[in-house]
């Protein structure tokens, strides 16, 4: 089982979102079990998940606990959604996880302090695969070219696929509708890492 973490010390920027659309993509795609392990007390992408048919695990479990249930339950992959935070979700994260994505918005105030956190986390994690996912991109505007540079000037590894600000993400818990074709260029992306 391959286990993928979505996290960061924003809320608002799309973790949850896209740790829903990246199972759901999984597990339509490859036609494999998938689980989506929701460690946010307000639990939305455990509702979401639940809503087609993904397992979670209780919040009281564990995160080693629960990452060994479902591994043992036979599922291929495992996404992980956190609550806004970097350190305290890293200490959990960083022995489970074989990926971390830090979705971010194109703003450079995001950018730098997230530049700063991950060279800390490096530090304290060095074997830990980390990667930044531009969220609610608009291509036309300087300021994508603008954080794309930026990450790469602090060094933060950081997806080609960019993801872009769309109403059927925001609607897609309502609408189920979720064949994006970025979502499945950025699992393409992602499991070629894990296949490293
Ligand atoms: N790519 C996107 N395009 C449009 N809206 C988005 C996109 N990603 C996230 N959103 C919206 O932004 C808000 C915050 O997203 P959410 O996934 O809840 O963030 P987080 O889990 O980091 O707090 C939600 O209303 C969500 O629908
Ligand atoms: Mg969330």
């Not at 979670?56 to 609550?83: Q, Y």
């Not at 950081?158 to 699992?187: C, K, N, S, W």
Request: proline share 5%.
């Amino acid at each position: 089982m391959k286990t993928i973490a979505v996290t960061g010390q924003k809320g608002g920027v799309g973790k949850t979102t896209l740790a829903v659309h990246i199972a759901e993509n999984l597990h339509r795609t490859l036609n494999v079990p998938v689980s989506l392990i929701d460690r946010d007390p307000q639990q939305a992408a455990a509702r979401w998940g639940a809503a087609f048919g993904l397992p979670g695990a209780d919040l009281k479990t564990p995160l080693g606990a629960a990452v060994r249930e479902r591994k043992e339950a036979g599922d291929a992959f495992c996404v992980i959604d956190t609550a806004p935070s970097i350190g305290g979700a890293f200490k959990d994260i960083h022995s489970v996880a074989d990926i971390v994505l830090l979705p971010t918005q194109a703003s450079m105030l995001d950018i730098t302090s997230l530049g700063t956190a991950l060279g800390a986390l490096r530090a304290t994690y060095p074997a830990l695969r980390i990667f930044a996912v531009l969220n609610q991109i608009d291509e036309r505007l300087v300021i994508t070219r603008e954080a794309v540079a930026g990450l790469d000037a602090a060094e933060v590894p950081q997806f080609a696929t960019h993801i872009m600000r769309r109403t059927g993400y925001t609607r897609a818990a309502l609408t189920a509708v979720y064949p994006h074709p970025e979502i499945d260029a950025l699992v393409r992306e992602i499991r070629n890492h894990l296949a490293k």
